[in-house]
Structure formats: structure tokens, C-alpha cells
């Protein structure tokens, strides 16, 4: 079988299915595993216990800081570590390490380009290198995890997500900051759409980079908007980044993730949560689920879309509930001003919301927290009182349908 993409969910993949004897090969079209680096790096427990790598780690961090756009903030801090900073490099090297001693063949500076035929038997797809080096392999199954421009997704068709997230990330040696906490920037100025970041490295400098709405305006000079807000919170300027990271996040439900010989992962069948953008847990269990559809498939001889059809059930079952509620609660999101979201940051610290947040926060399942935060916080429905009653009260498909509608105007 191939799998196309050596990330997180790719390498997951090719490890669980080499475990079970099937021959893999993974095609990376980059020259070396791990580059150009694709996310910030920052993740739950669960991550460390999928990927058996304690040594990616580069420090932990025990709490966060949420500024409104008037830098206006409530902060919470647990007694444990609530997430972690790790070598996201590392993490991709480690992951493809542990496939290849498990059997799988990685090729590394290869393309697909495309399918030539496929069918319930299987397909023969194109691979280049590059460059004038074409041929082409026949595989019984493909795995799409080549990201949120997946070449495997428009090759068999299977629908985009509605929305792809510019990001602009750099990395600095030295930044102003709290070395145990996370803090997070809202503003229409520097981040429509979704928000910036400053990330702690563990060496005394930061991570920081906004995600934001396409348009007009690019994510990097949204960036550099950032650091402007960022001078007037530290008093200086951060400066000689020592690396810069550019991608794309890719938001929303792919009606289908597989069809007749192929299945799609991680950021290709966007499997990244709504609120944050963030995919490497999601990304590596749904490829667990992939791996053990596709190995019962392999086993029958039969890889039609009928049969691999239980890996969509199940990652749904999963973790559809939590899309859900995180994209309905995203496009609320979507309608705040900048005076909106000054109200909500003012609200949950006068509310005294640190002490929930501490207790039931969970980067991987945010809807938890923020359904706990709608309960204890009845300011906050002011805003959208019958949107958010329906999703504190039931389940996000009985919530009023939303238009994405423009950012509300602020008054």
C-alpha cells in the first residue's frame, strides 16, 4: 500500500499497518522528513503517550494568558503541566524512525501527481521526483496525508473544507514572557478570524505567529501587525527570528474521507480542531482508525468505498460531536468585534472564570470548558443569547443554523 505524506499522521499510519506485516511505502515530497516544520508545536499528553517520544519535549507549560484587543487579560495557571512545547521536527523524525523499524519504506523527494485508474481492486496512481523522473505504482490502497493542499483528496475527488487558514509563524531567540504559560492575542487587527500566539521555546525565546482569515491583506504583514501589538505589551520589539514557518490550516467536515482505494488523514481530510487550528492529536488518532480499517480491508481483499466506509464512522463517532460544537461555536466567533471581544475577556475575569477553566479546560476538546464557562457566566449570552442557549442546552445540530455573515460591527 502507499502512503502519501510523512507527517504525523502518515508515519502513524505506515507504523501501525507495517506492524501487521503489510507492505507500506510513504512518499514524502519534501527532500527530508520534518521540513519545512508545519505547525507550532504545542500539545497535549496525548501526543507525548501516541508518538513514545518524552524526549521531543522542550518544556512544559502549566497555563495561558488571553488578551483582548486592548490587552486587557485573564490568566489561569494549573499545578500540572497542561501542554507541552515540543521539537516539532523532531516529532516527524521520531514517528518516521519508528515506522521504518517496523517495515515501512519511506522515499523522500517524491510526488504523487495523480491517479491513472482505480477501482475496488485498487489503483495505479503517478509518482515524480521532482523533476523530468516520472512512474507510476500500483497500490492496492492509498492513504492521503499530504496536508491541507492534498493531492490525493482532488485526485479522487473527495471534497475540500470550506475555509484554509493563512499562518505566519517565526521563532525568536530571545522574547520578553512567562516561560510556564502560553498567551494568546485576539484582535481583527492582527488575526481575523482566529487569533496569535506567543509560545514559550524552553531556551528563553518564543514562538510567535498569528492565524488568520484569507484575504487582502496577507498573513504576514497581519504578522508583523502582531509584533507591534506584542511592543506595546513587553516594551520592546522582538527581532532576529532565527526561522519562519508558513502554512495553511485547514477548517471544516469533508462530507467523505474515503472512497474506492483510498482514504484520507490529518490535515488532508481536515481533521484539525475548529477553535484552535490545531491537528497533531487528531490527526495521529484518526490515523490509528484509518490503519485499522484499512488492515481489516487489506485482510478481506476488498478496499471498495463500502469497505473502507467504517473508518469514516469511525472517527466521527469520535470526534465529529467535538467539530461540531467547535465549528458552531467558531462561527459565532466569526461575528465579534473588536469590542465584543473585549467584553467576553472582561467578563470571564471579573466572572472569577480562571478556577473553570483550570478544571475543565482541554486543548483537544475545548467545547468542554466552553460549555462550562456559557453556565457560569450568564454575561456572556448578552451576546448571542439564543445561539449559545441552544448550545449550552443540546446538541449543536439542534443550535440555529448560522450564515458566516460578516464580523459584527462594534457599538
Known amino acids: ?125 503517478r509518482l515524480s521526483d521532482g523533476g523530468t523522473q516520472r512512474r507510476e505504482v500500483r497500490a492496492r490502497l492509498v492513504v492521503g496525508a499530504d496536508g491541507v493542499a492534498s493531492a490525493v483528496a482532488r485526485a479522487y475527488r473527495l471534497r475540500r473544507p470550506v475555509e484554509v487558514l493563512p499562518a505566519f509563524e517565526a521563532e525568536f531567540p530571545q522574547s520578553p514572557g512567562d516561560a510556564d504559560q502560553v498567551e494568546v492575542y485576539l484582535g481583527r487587527e492582527f488575526a481575523p478570524g482566529l487569533f496569535g500566539w506567543w509560545i514559550p521555546d524552553g531556551f528563553g525565546g518564543a514562538r510567535v505567529g498569528i492565524a488568520c482569515s484569507a484575504g487582502a491583506v496577507t498573513a504576514r504583514q497581519y504578522f508583523e501587525r502582531l509584533l507591534t501589538h506584542l511592543e506595546k505589551r513587553f516594551g520592546e520589539r522582538l527581532r532576529n527570528p532565527t526561522s519562519l514557518l508558513v502554512s495553511g490550516i485547514p477548517i471544516g467536515v469533508l462530507p467523505r474521507t474515503h472512497a474506492d482505494g483510498v482514504l484520507l488523514v490529518g490535515d488532508a481530510a481536515a481533521q484539525v480542531k475548529p477553535l484552535s487550528g490545531g491537528g497533531i492529536f487528531t490527526g495521529m488518532r484518526c490515523a490509528q482508525l484509518a490503519a485499522a480499517t484499512a488492515q481489516r480491508a487489506l485482510a478481506a481483499d476488498d478496499v471498495s468505498a463500502a469497505s473502507l466506509a467504517p473508518y469514516d464512522a469511525a472517527w466521527r463517532a469520535e470526534l465529529g460531536d467535538e467539530f461540531a460544537k467547535t465549528l458552531y461555536l467558531r462561527k459565532l466567533f466569526l461575528r465579534l468585534s473588536d469590542t465584543d471581544l473585549n467584553r467576553i475577556v472582561t467578563a470571564l475575569k471579573e466572572g472569577g472564570m480562571a478556577d473553570a477553566i483550570v478544571a475543565f479546560g482541554d486543548i483537544d476538546f475545548p467545547s468542554h470548558v466552553a460549555r462550562r464557562l456559557l453556565r457560569q457566566s450568564p454575561s456572556l449570552f448578552r451576546l448571542f443569547p439564543r445561539a449559545l442557549g441552544a448550545l449550552v442546552s443540546g446538541p449543536p445540530e439542534r443550535a440555529p443554523e448560522l450564515e458566516p455573515g460578516p464580523l459584527r460591527e462594534a457599538k
Request: charged share 25%; hydrophobic share 40%.
Open 1 to 125: 500500500m502507499l502512503v502519501v505524506g510523512a507527517g504525523p499522521a502518515g508515519s502513524t499510519v505506515a507504523h501501525e499497518l507495517a506492524l501487521q506485516g503489510r507492505e507500506v511505502l510513504v512518499v514524502e515530497e519534501h527532500g527530508r522528513v520534518g521540513r519545512p516544520v508545519q505547525c507550532a508545536g504545542l500539545v497535549s499528553r496525548r501526543v507525548l503517550d501516541l508518538a513514545d517520544a518524552p524526549s521531543i519535549v522542550r518544556t512544559s507549560v502549566h497555563g495561558a494568558s488571553v488578551f483582548g484587543p486592548d490587552l486587557n487579560s485573564i490568566s489561569f495557571k494549573a499545578p500540572e503541566p497542561r501542554a507541552f512545547v515540543i521539537d516539532r521536527e523532531g516529532l516527524d523524525v521520531h514517528l518516521a524512525d519508528r515506522a521504518a523499524r517496523a517495515g515501512a519504506r519511506f522515499e523522500t523527494g517524491t510526488k504523487f501527481e495523480g491517479r491513472t485508474s482505480s477501482g475496488a481492486d485498487g489503483s495505479v496512481v
